[in-house]
Every structure is written in C-alpha cells, then in structure tokens.
C-alpha cells in the first residue's frame, strides 16, 4: 500500500534562512509519481512540482530545489533564502502507476517565516 | 476562470440536514476528486471520477455521503443527515488525465461545513 510520511508537523525559521521539508515514501510499484502542494493561508492547494520514479535528477526553480533520493524512498523540499511568503502548509503526496486512481497526501508540515 | 470552482465557498448547517456540495472542474479534464481536510489533518481522499463514472469511491465515509458527476463536467457531493464529525474543507480537484498517469491535481478553493 502506498503511504507518505512527513514528520514535520511544524518548522519555523527566521526569513533568509534555508529550510528543508523532508518527506518519505512507501510503494511497491516500480512506477511512480511524487508531488509537492503549497496551501497557503487563504486555503488553496497549489501544485509545485511532479517527479516521476526513472528520474532522479534534483531539480530547481528559483528558489527551491527538491532532492529526490530512490535508495532512501526520500523526496525533499528545500527553500534557499526564505521568505514570509513562504509561509504555508507544505504536503507531499504519491500515486503508483499500477495503484488506485488517487494520491495519497502525507499529514503536511506547516512552516512558519519570521520576519 | 480557468480554474476549479467550488460553491457554497462555506456552509453552515444544523445536525441533522441534508447538505450539496458543489464543484466545476477545469473544462477539459476528464477527471475528478473530492477530498476531505479536517482542522489541522491532512488530505482524506473520498472519490475518484472519471467521466461521468465513479470507478473509486473507497473513501466515502458512510452512505450518507454520495456523490455524482454529470455531462462528464459538474460534480455534486450530497451528505445526508449531516453529523458534527462531518465538519470539515471539502476540496474537489480535477485532472487531465489520471493520478496513476502522474497528471497532477488541480484543487478549488474548498468548501468549508460546519455543523452545528
């Protein structure tokens, strides 16, 4: 069965800082697609980034960069030089070429940026 | 817009009443999802269209909880005999193509229940 864990409930960091949201998986399909989604505080869930299971590259887009790692089922966030409009709920999620037609989220982890 | 949208963006309503939540996905996408979030949880999934089927409704918490989809486009949940536990964002996200095809979900803005 597929799972998400995010073990991070809630991170704070003061702005400028670096932060990294980590998040583990669980599938036993082969083919598989990982997300990361931004709920900001107005509510809606904004989609940030697919990784598909035969591409391990890192990938950046500005300011963040996500690390994906098979050997350790780990897909990352990384948030360079913070921002107070980072703030948000962060939740990764999962779907399995061969599973149910649905993604499972994780539980989400809420960062917070002091200004 | 070009978005998902959602209505009523929030609902009050007494113990007991039949409630409609409605959804207008994103023209084009074939499928649909509605998800549950409850006060500081995650994302419960409750039901999976595609067109105007239901293929995946595992998550539907009891059968006062329904759902369908019509024209291939507009997607209504009703819950009847509404309990406090079902207080909660209803979220309803489309799809061009399927979660299992890695196509990612595009989310409304939910609709807020609360039941008093």
């Known amino acids: 069965a597929q799972k998400v864990t995010q073990a991070q409930t809630e991170i704070s960091v003061v702005e400028k800082e670096d932060v990294t949201l980590d998040c583990v998986y669980e599938t036993r399909d082969t083919t598989y697609y990982l997300f990361w989604y931004k709920q900001p505080p107005s509510g809606e869930l904004v989609f940030l980034i697919r990784?598909?299971?035969?591409?391990?590259q890192n990938e950046i887009s500005g300011r963040y960069s996500w690390n994906f790692q098979k050997s350790t089922s780990s897909f990352n966030f990384t948030i360079t030089a913070s921002q107070v409009v980072d703030s948000a709920v962060y939740f990764c999620a999962l779907s399995e070429r061969r599973g149910n037609e649905k993604l499972t989220f994780g539980t989400g982890t809420r960062l917070t940026i002091i200004p | 817009g070009a978005g998902v949208s959602q209505s009523p963006s929030n609902k009050v309503t007494e113990k007991g009443k039949d409630v409609e939540l409605r959804c207008d996905p994103i023209?084009?996408?074939?499928?649909l999802y509605w998800y549950r979030q409850s006060l500081g949880q995650g994302l419960e999934f409750l039901i999976y269209?595609?067109?105007?089927?239901?293929?995946?409704k595992s998550g539907l918490p009891s059968d006062r909880f329904s759902a369908e989809r019509t024209g291939g486009s507009v997607s209504t949940l009703t819950i009847q005999r509404t309990q406090q536990e079902d207080s909660a964002v209803y979220l309803c996200?489309?799809?061009?193509?399927?979660?299992?095809?890695?196509?990612?979900?595009?989310f409304g803005n939910g609709t807020r229940l609360t039941v008093t």
């Open positions: 996200a489309s799809s061009l193509n399927t979660a299992r095809d890695g196509s990612p979900l595009h």
């Open positions: 990784r598909n299971s035969f591409d391990e």
């Open positions: 023209s084009g996408h074939t499928a």
């Open positions: 269209f595609q067109g105007n089927s239901a293929p995946d």
